[in-house]
């Protein structure tokens, strides 16, 4: 029978194949034999049944305990003995002899795949009637288990409650019809845990479907990188902790937990082979053991990213990390090195490096990774810190036995383009990667922080803007006075909000962490400069004057203290676009200030009074809105703040 055939013929195959068919078909479980039969008995009928007879032979015995004994994993030479004998007894309705048939048939199966055992191999060959060296891989899983899945059917006809049949069903089940989503692996695993939990016939055969879904998970883990590798790590939750794991996988790194170590897993994994095994089991039990201790060395390979351990500077505010190709700065020569990024970089496909330093490492070396990085064709790097992150992690969740307090310390990152450094000549194409990661209208101020050992600092081809002292003697935290003079030149100019990062020889990597989370958001979470780009040198100072020879702090702090009173409030929308407008004339007008009145005629145009100036900035902010809202008039009064004013 073909196997797409399989799951449509299978309801009407079983009240023929049981119990009139099954003397027959066991010679004949090859592909192509069942359908023809079917068609046969399908004419002639079954004979009737009785359970002292067979359907042409001398009347039947029971299966001794001694003749049972047999029944052993790996076989011996009187195992096939029996089990045809229990056979005949299951196809005369005899439903013990039935459920003993099946369940060595499971534990051949499970001895054959978890013990890697050639005799229980070569028997479930002769009971499958198929060829010796055809009994590996995919194809003779699937046969056996769907062979399996008929005789545990007709311990089911014969005895519908059986409990340790529907128990069975449900493992054989598992094997035919391996679960391909993720919310499928969850309900079909609990079942094997129940199973397991429950200490049955069964549960030595449930254990074992479990650690192979998550061996195969670890194995797996250990040949991929990044993301890839993460989510085979995660698939090993679902045998082995009760809450369900999606979170793991979620596409925003931001709503996943921290994802597992493949020590703590492997370690987990271990408790299911090392309870009692089952007798005919203990072969499989003890090869799972042998693979736990083998594979130990593999997962403390495997990298861990601990933000502690790595003793990454603190960010307050990040993003969580997302799997991005490590940037190395070993010995290894320096092209090897490259290239073996931008390979990493091509199969991840997001053109992101991720470098990790620790706190006092020098600030130096970023910049050397982010050269390595641009030469590797990536557009933008991100540097690794640690986060504090509050969790709600349920009861039974892998997290539930480390994060303690719903407090978890998170390696996240802050993204950097690299637009800024020298491009490659020889590589046009990189380039222009780059540039799609920075917009250079906004950073049109060309505003660069540059990070040194003892202060941080503002400036611009201008001019300096600002400068702070870093040294643990001065009374002002510099996060603080960086942040009020960002809010300040984002208040003066709303769409700037590029700044270029300099670290300077002596500045540390925690340094440089530090002034960029405080330049990137302010303490309460909102952007300040949302797009940072890494330079190794400022601009060159231009110290003339600009925009009515004013210079550009006076420029920003005349912008940033621009006011306007608007009466009445529910055209409130308009006041950004109002104050855009007026700041550019406070540029060439430095002392514009005045009121504007605004009045809808009964032909629904507007008419303003006041400066002219003033007047235009209020009819391009005010005007649609009144007429949309049906405001007959409004009252602007333009001015700056005292506190802020430029001289």
């Not at 028997?123 to 699937?142: E, F, K, N, V």
């Not at 303690?404 to 222009?432: C, N």
């Not at 855009?580 to 514009?592: F, I």
Request: hydrophobic content about 45%; charged content about 20%; glycine content about 6%.
């Amino acid at each position: 029978m073909r196997p797409f055939m399989r799951p449509f013929m299978r309801p009407f195959m079983r009240p023929f194949m049981r119990p009139c068919m099954r003397p027959f078909m066991r010679p004949f479980m090859r592909p192509g034999i069942a359908v023809p039969l079917l068609a046969i008995l399908a004419v002639t009928g079954c004979p009737a049944r009785n359970p002292s007879s067979t359907l042409n032979g001398p009347p039947l015995t029971p299966v001794s305990r001694a003749e049972l004994a047999s029944l052993q994993v790996p076989p011996v030479a009187q195992s096939k003995e029996v089990y045809d004998k229990l056979g005949l007894l299951a196809d005369a309705g005899d439903a013990d002899a039935a459920w003993q048939r099946a369940h060595y048939l499971l534990d051949l199966f499970d001895s054959a795949r978890f013990a890697t055992d050639q005799s229980s191999r070569e028997l479930l060959a002769d009971i499958s009637g198929r060829p010796s060296d055809a009994m590996r891989g995919p194809s003779a899983t699937q046969a056996i288990a769907e062979l399996a899945v008929v005789e545990i059917d007709h311990v089911l006809e014969l005895d519908r409650a059986h409990a340790m049949a529907n128990q069975a069903r449900s493992l054989a089940s598992f094997d035919t019809d391996f679960p391909r989503q993720r919310a499928q692996a969850f309900q079909r695993l609990q079942e094997l845990k129940r199973i397991a939990n429950q200490g049955g016939e069964l549960a030595g055969n449930a254990r074992l479907r479990l650690f192979g879904y998550c061996r195969s998970a670890l194995e797996e883990a250990g040949e991929l990188a990044g993301s890839s590798h993460r989510i085979a790590l995660s698939h090993c939750l679902y045998p082995l902790f009760d809450s369900d794991p999606e979170p793991y996988f979620a596409s925003d790194p931001s709503l996943r937990p921290p994802p597992p170590r493949a020590t703590v897993l492997l370690d987990a994994l271990g408790t299911l082979v090392k309870e009692p095994a089952p007798e005919r089991l203990r072969h499989a039990f003890a090869k799972q053991e042998a693979w736990v201790a083998a594979f130990a060395e593999t997962a403390r390979k495997m990298p861990v990213l601990d933000p502690v351990a790595m003793r990454l500077p603190p960010a307050e505010h990040a993003t969580p990390f997302d799997d991005y190709p490590m940037i190395a700065l070993g010995d290894a020569p320096r092209q090897e090195r490259v290239a073996a990024l931008r390979s990493a970089l091509r199969a991840d496909g997001r053109a992101v490096a991720a470098l990790a330093l620790p706190s006092d490492a020098s600030a130096t070396l970023a910049l050397e990774a982010a050269q390595l990085a641009a030469d590797a064709d990536a557009s933008e790097l991100v540097m690794l810190v640690s986060w504090p992150q509050n969790l709600r992690v349920p009861a039974g969740d892998y997290g539930s036995t480390f994060i303690k307090g719903g407090m978890a310390t998170r390696l996240a990152s802050l993204p950097f383009s690299l637009v800024r450094l020298e491009a490659d000549a020889s590589r046009p194409s990189s380039q222009g990667m780059k540039a799609a990661s920075w917009d250079p209208r906004r950073a049109e101020l060309q505003l660069y922080l540059l990070v040194s050992a003892t202060k941080w600092q503002l400036r611009s081809p201008f001019g300096e803007v600002a400068s702070f002292t870093t040294s643990t003697s001065g009374s002002e935290d510099p996060r603080l006075a960086l942040r009020e003079a960002l809010r300040q030149i984002r208040t003066a100019f709303p769409d700037e909000d590029g700044l270029i990062v300099v670290p300077t020889e002596g500045a540390s990597y925690g340094a440089l962490i530090s002034a960029a989370d405080a330049a990137h958001v302010d303490a309460n979470g909102q952007d300040l400069f949302s797009h940072l780009a890494l330079a190794s040198s400022p601009g060159k100072v231009n110290n003339g004057k600009v925009k009515n020879g004013t210079a550009l702090v006076q420029r920003i702090a005349r912008r940033a203290a621009a006011s306007i009173e608007l009466s009445p409030a529910s055209l409130a929308s308009g006041i950004p676009v109002a104050t855009r407008c007026y700041q550019e004339l406070l540029d060439s007008k430095a002392g514009s200030a005045g009121t504007v009145r605004l009045e809808v005629g009964a032909d629904k145009r507007v008419q303003a009074v006041g400066p002219s100036a003033l007047a235009e900035c209020a009819t391009r902010a005010f005007a649609g809105i009144m007429i949309d809202q049906g405001t007959p008039s409004a009252e602007l009064r333009f001015g700056l703040k005292l506190s802020a004013q430029a001289k």
